[in-house]
Structure formats: C-alpha cells, structure tokens
C-alpha cells in the first residue's frame, strides 16, 4: 500500500471523464489499496481514483469517525439509480482544493449501484453524509468539482486563493 500524491485544482485531469472499470482484478484491487491509505493519510473521508491521477471510475470512502474502528467501503463503477427530489445542504470540502469550503445543495437521498471489492454487484440506499459524499465522488468521475455549484464569484474567489497558497507553498520549499 502506497500512499500517493493527490492531485490539486487546476490540474487539467481532474476535468476528465474517468473510465469504467472492464474486470475487478488485481490492479484494480491494489489501486483501491492504495487510493485508501492516501485517504486516510490525508485525512479525508472519500477519495476517487482521478484525485491520485488514475481517471478510472473507483472510489472509495470511510465514514466512521473513530480511526479505531476504520470502515473502508470500495465502489467500482458506481451510478446513481435514484436520488429524492428534496434538497439539503451540507458544508463540503475536497482534497483536491486544499482548506476551502463551501454549502453545496444535493439531492438528500440517493440509491446506488455498483461493485465492490470483490468485483461483485451491489445496491446502495444513502442518506445523510453517506448520500453527500457518494454524489460529490461519483461528480469526481465526471470531472465535476463542488465548486461548479457555486456562483462564479465564490468559484473564482477559491480557485485564486489555491493558485496562491500553492505558489506560496512552492516558495517555502524552492
Ligand atoms: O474529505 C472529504 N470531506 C468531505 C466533506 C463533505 C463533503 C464531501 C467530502 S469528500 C472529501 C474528500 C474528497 O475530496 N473526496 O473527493
Ligand atoms: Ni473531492
């Protein structure tokens, strides 16, 4: 298990389509272990495959909030089935934009289907940060970012303030 570097905004792969998965084999497999112990470096609670540079449509996720007690979930190809027509709103932020967060408005409830680590089919019923987090990462393998839901000002205002803190960042190491 490698912990590997997450891409940030504005690189251009983070924009792509990510591709579906063809067989859940060993690659596959080790790129889930791998994308899961740069998530909990991280820390986060949710990463996708594209956020480490690979545009395959893998994500994983861990909810629990005792590191003790770790509940590493994978999703392969994940799609939604079904999501609620009621809204709620839930402070998001991402590890591809470092230290920015914003309310973004989801559907609360989602039904998913996809495969796991196995490689076999599953469905999903989410709600609640579960429903949030699957949405934002499923976003991730569409090129979407949570920043796209937000007015032009708000969006451009974060993308500045990454450019800088990262040219910041780059000062202090040169
Ligand atoms: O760590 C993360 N926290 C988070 C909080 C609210 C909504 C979504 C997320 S996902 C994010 C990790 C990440 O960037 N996943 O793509
Ligand atoms: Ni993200």
Redesign the pocket.
Known sequence: MTIRKILTIPDPLLRKKSLSVEKVDKEIRNLMDDMIST?YD???????AV?IGVPKRVVVMDLSKNPDRKKPMYFINPEIIWKSNVNSS????????PNQFAK?ERPDKCHIKYLDYEGNEKKLEAEG?LS??IQ??ID?LNGVL?IDYLSKLKKDMIIKKVSKDKKELERVVV
Request: proline share 4%.
């Open positions: 998530m991280a820390p986060g609670i949710g990463l996708a956020q839930y402070e998001e932020g991402c590890l591809s934009i973004v940060l949030t987090c934002h990462e991730h949570f």
